[in-house]
């Protein structure tokens, strides 16, 4: 009786529950903007909880339909389930990324092995699996093609998770993958650590070292600074991340041969545009056998000037160019070829200003109209929302933009979702509420939040992102915006940089932020002859961390291995010089170690710049802003999502294969 009594009063107190927390509710915010300001961290696990067990029952209805599987009863079926799991986990691990509290750390550590395990069990049930497998191999030809993808999309994710193994392995699997996610998760951690640490120490953030770096006249400043920077996670203290990295590749290594690849390279590009190392290690040998060769160029031309300073004093006899100096005597380089100085570009780059020109940039390309959503609730106050709308006044969707940096969010720029784009099951089309995320200096009293040329490339890539999510028009969670191969992802954003520093697109937001006077004709034709300066440097370090992500991961065993020595003899396979490191180097890799899902799959930037200068080499036939041209990439690839085949939408765009050559032109290398 007792037992009655407590399981009654609990369920009532559960009811009660449900009612306060904002998950177990209907959001009657603007726009699907989730509630922020009802949101409290002692929310997240019950709405994890009910959300696995709410998934868990969807699934097995699906197990216990008596109907024969078809597309409908299993695969869209499971394309629609996980609502409240989705709904929760959109915005918590959104929200543990740029505004990481201790506390809600902590619910994401919490949270993490649950999920994962939960996600195991969906992919490794065999009753499941059987439905699945039973429309996969039906005939598909009265699917349309989306639905074929979503098929197939699902179908190898039971394979490539581990469905065709013994029961054993498949725990054992399991068992890795909630490590995995832990792991990525400390990885994380220990790196925000670190770049807090940099902070305190130098006064400026990790986001504006590559700046700082270019115009710090102590020469022995720069070079502390470099070793702050470059040993991130490698100071043998409590935020070290040579253990996590290696036992993360010891585990990536034993899956990989759990599910029948020799390496985690082999395993994670086998479904890539790339399909397997070999291609992807020959595409970048190529790009850095050209970078290399411009960076000795470089290094020349810069040797000459630090001459000039060792002539007058400033240097002693015999100083050559060392790690901490390339981006400084680059600089005073690329002052001299081109009188230009950075920093007074910069006086016309206010954020505010550039996210602008960002805006108006999509409107003349894609007609979109940009709206500020006033009084409602963000996750930080720094964040700000914009409705967007097609030139029918129909609703795009939402955009969050979360410019500055601070010490709950992690580094770097990226774009995520807090809901996705799809149809739902009543025929209603739910828009995305997305977001971009940045680390640019915050304004204050005295000064604007102004951006390097760098920054402002990042803001307009970060918007590429944007658009792919913002545009699907996709009826499947499984497929819709940025969901498609990772070597196809990057193209959406990296074409999008191209506009940044068009004459035509600088009269939109290259206000002086002081004077408001438009940037003069005379700086903008120094920006476009600089724009392919130093190219040796900036492609070398790109390819270097793209080559040594590689090599991580076509690592058949991690036995004996040392991270520092590891990293040098790649960097010396590889012909990387001296005097430039990998962009990332082993410990703060956060791309590939961090649960980035770029794993064996940095290359991608590369593999994706080819397509998108090719690209943009029709936009340069056709005029920048040829409404035509623009509307097909719209409809061709931003609404298609992974609804085909990656080179299919390509071709149907550009009437043509890529052009390899595009990249190494674009950059002044062929």
């Known amino acids: 009786m007792k037992k009655i009594i407590y399981s009654a009063f609990f369920l009532m107190t559960m009811v009660s529950c449900n009612k306060a927390n904002p998950f177990f509710q209907e959001w009657d915010t603007p726009y699907g903007i989730p509630p922020f300001d009802k949101i409290k961290v002692e929310h997240y696990m019950p709405a994890v909880k009910e959300g696995i067990a709410r998934h868990q029952a969807e699934i097995q209805a699906i197990i216990d339909n008596p109907e024969a599987p078809d597309f409908e009863n299993v695969i869209a079926a499971m394309d629609r389930s996980g609502a409240l799991l989705g709904k929760v986990s959109g915005v918590l691990f959104n929200v543990s990324e740029s505004d990481a509290t201790d506390a809600i750390n902590k619910v994401v550590e919490e949270a993490m092995p649950l999920v994962s395990e939960h996600g195991s069990a969906i992919y490794m049930n065999p009753d499941l699996f059987k439905k699945v497998e039973a429309v996969y191999n039906a005939d598909q030809s009265g699917l349309t093609r989306e639905q074929q993808m979503v098929l197939k999309n699902i179908y190898e994710g039971f394979i490539n998770n581990g469905i065709g193994l013994d029961t054993a392995s498949q ?49 022995a400043l720069r070079e502390k600074m470099f070793r702050l920077y470059s040993n991130r996670g490698n100071n043998d203290n409590a935020n070290d991340n040579k253990a996590t990295l290696l036992r993360t590749m010891e585990l990536r290594i034993e899956k990989a041969k759990l599910l029948g690849y020799d390496t985690p390279a082999a395993q994670i590009l086998h479904d890539k545009m790339a399909g397997n190392p070999e291609t992807v290690d020959n595409f970048l040998s190529g790009i850095m056998a050209a970078a290399m060769k411009r960076a000795k160029e470089e290094m020349a031309d810069m040797q000459l000037v630090m001459q000039e300073d060792i002539k007058n004093g400033l240097l002693p006899e015999g100083s050559t160019i060392q790690p901490w100096d390339y981006m400084y005597y680059a600089e005073k380089v690329r002052r001299a070829r081109y009188n230009f100085d950075e920093s007074e570009a910069m006086q016309y780059f206010q954020v505010d200003n550039v996210r602008n020109g960002i805006f108006a940039l999509a409107g003349r390309l894609y007609g979109l109209s940009f709206e500020p959503v006033e009084d409602v609730a963000l996750y930080n106050p720094e964040a700000k929302a914009f409705k967007v709308t097609d030139e029918d006044g ?14 709950t969010k992690r580094a770097g720029a990226w774009m995520t979702n807090f809901v996705e784009q799809y149809v739902d099951e009543t025929g209603k089309m739910v828009r995305p509420v997305i977001v971009n995320v940045c680390n640019f200096n915050a304004p204050s009293q005295e000064k604007a939040s102004l951006l390097s040329i760098d920054q402002v490339e990042t803001a307009f890539h970060e918007f590429g992102h944007a658009l792919h999510g913002l545009l699907s028009q996709c009826t499947y969670k499984t497929v819709s915006g940025t969901a498609v191969k990772r070597d196809f992802v990057e193209l959406p954003s990296q074409i999008n940089e191209n506009w940044a520093f068009e004459k035509d697109v600088l009269a939109t937001y290259a206000f002086h932020w002081q004077t408001g006077e438009l940037i003069p004709d005379s700086l903008v034709e120094k920006i476009s002859a600089a724009s392919n300066f130093n190219q040796g440097f900036t492609l070398g370090e790109l390819c270097a961390a793209s080559i040594l992500d590689m090599k991580w991961h076509e690592l058949s065993s991690v036995e004996g291995v040392d991270v520092e020595e590891f990293e040098k003899k790649c960097c010396e396979q590889m012909g990387l010089v001296e005097e430039i490191i990998p962009r990332y180097r082993s410990t703060y890799f956060n791309h590939i170690f961090g649960g980035s899902g770029y794993s064996a799959g940095y290359y991608s930037y590369l593999w994706a710049e080819v397509l998108d200068k090719d690209a943009f080499e029709l936009f340069k036939q056709k005029g920048v802003f040829d409404k035509e041209t623009a509307m097909s990439f719209r409809h061709n690839i931003l609404e298609m999502g992974g609804s085909e085949e990656p080179m299919t939408l390509y071709r149907r765009f550009r009437g043509a294969d890529p052009d390899a050559g595009a990249l190494l032109r674009a950059r002044g290398l062929e």
Request: aromatic share 10%.
């Open 171 to 219: 725990e054992r699997l399991k068992e890795i993958n909630s490590e995995l996610a832990s792991l990525g998760l400390t990885f994380g951690n220990n790196l925000l650590a670190e770049s807090n640490a940099y902070k305190a120490e130098i006064g400026s953030s990790v986001s504006n070292y590559y700046d700082e770096m270019a115009t710090v006249e102590d020469r």
């Open 394 to 407: 129909s609703l795009i969707g939402i955009i969050i933009t979360d410019y500055f940096s601070r010490p």
